[in-house]
Every structure is written in C-alpha cells, then in structure tokens.
C-alpha cells in the first residue's frame, strides 16, 4: 500500500522522516485485512495536503459475475481515506481521521423516501458498531438525487443516487474493524444483506496494491 507523507509540507513532516508507529500499525492492519467478497478494493493515490500521513482505498460492488475491471455497471463505489497528523488536530479529537464515500444508484421511487437519508447514516453507524470499531466524533450528510428526463428526452428512464459522505476518529490504532465497517456500507448501499459479524469468509477481499 502506498503512503505519502509529507506533502505540500503539511505539519512540518519531510519526505525522510521516520513514519509514525501509530500510523504503521493502521496501516499494515488495513493491509491483513480480509472483507467481504462482494467488494473490490484498490489502493488509490491519497489526497494531497490534509495530512502530513495519508493513505486511500477506493472500493465497489461489481453486479455478480461481472469481469475484474468492468466497472461499468457497479452496484456501490466508495473510497475511504486514512489522514494522520501526530500534532493531531482540535476538530478530530486525536491524531487519526477516517473520511468515507459511498455512492449508489438507486430505484427512483426509493429517493422519494423522507426517511432514506436517516436510514442511510444508520447504515455507517450500524455497519461500524457491528463490527466493534470504537470511533468519536463522526459526522457526515447523506445526500439523494433524482432525474427525470422530459421532452425529446422523455424516453429515457428516471435515474435517482444515494450519497454517503462520513468522517470520524478512531479509538484504536488497528483499523480493520473500520475498513469491515466500511466495506459493510458499500454493501448495504448495494442492497445486499448483512453479514454475522465477526465470522470472516477465506474467499474475501484483500487491499489490492497498484
């Protein structure tokens, strides 16, 4: 998995310094990782100036039997970003910060639903406590779009997306519970049901390294 630190010089870190220990742990516990089998997951370039460390995993919910690489007709993509300042920042309450995105395509009459956005930031919660992650400090906006198309474009079907944009700070410096968690609201996004926590499947998913 790929690391940047450093960059934009961003809490004073350079290039040689030595990466923090806590950060080291959360991520070789990202990459030991095992998810869910329905989900793909890559390391992506992180983004640039936030954190002196960072570290990004984009993920998606291929439709069954869809070949590795086809992403076009995926049920949920996200991506889930790890920031690390050993200063540690006031609104964080620590020194780590996850930040998550699910998107979801979704059947338009669901996005009529008044209660899709709470169910949606129940998903997060649940998916996270369902898996023993500790956190504080989470907050996020759920986010629902429809389309309807009229006109000389009537013919084409109306289209609705959920949107799940979430932050929080972890208690612990193992991470994996969070990325499980994580991988669970890809899932739930997706419309697949839950798993019993705690049981892994020897067929899941891995971190895939570019």
């Not at 992506?44 to 002196?52: I, M, S």
Request: with cysteine.
């Amino acid at each position: 998995m790929t690391v940047t630190h450093g960059a934009g010089g961003v809490g004073g870190a350079g290039p040689t310094d030595p990466e923090p220990p806590a950060f080291t742990i959360a991520v070789e516990s990202l990459r030991s990782a095992v998810t869910r089998p329905e989900v793909r997951l890559v390391e992506v370039r992180p983004p640039q100036r936030l954190a002196p460390y960072a570290i990004a995993i984009s993920g998606s919910v291929p439709v069954p039997g869809s070949p590795l690489g086809d992403d076009a007709d995926d049920l949920a993509t996200g991506r889930l970003v790890v920031l690390h300042d050993p200063d540690g920042h006031e609104s964080w309450n620590g020194v780590t910060r996850l930040v998550a995105y699910v998107r979801a395509d979704l059947d338009p009459e669901m996005a009529g639903d008044p209660m899709l956005a709470s169910v949606g930031w129940s998903w997060l919660r649940e998916a996270l406590e369902g898996h023993g992650a500790e956190f504080t400090a989470a907050g996020g906006t759920v986010t629902r779009a429809s389309s309807e198309s009229f006109g000389a474009l009537a013919e084409q079907r109306a289209t609705a997306e959920l949107e799940v944009r979430a932050s929080w700070t972890p208690r612990e410096q193992d991470l994996t519970a969070h990325l499980a968690g994580w991988c669970d609201l890809l899932c739930y996004a997706a419309g697949l049901p839950p798993t019993t926590p705690g049981v892994a499947s020897l067929a899941g998913a891995r971190v895939l390294r570019p």
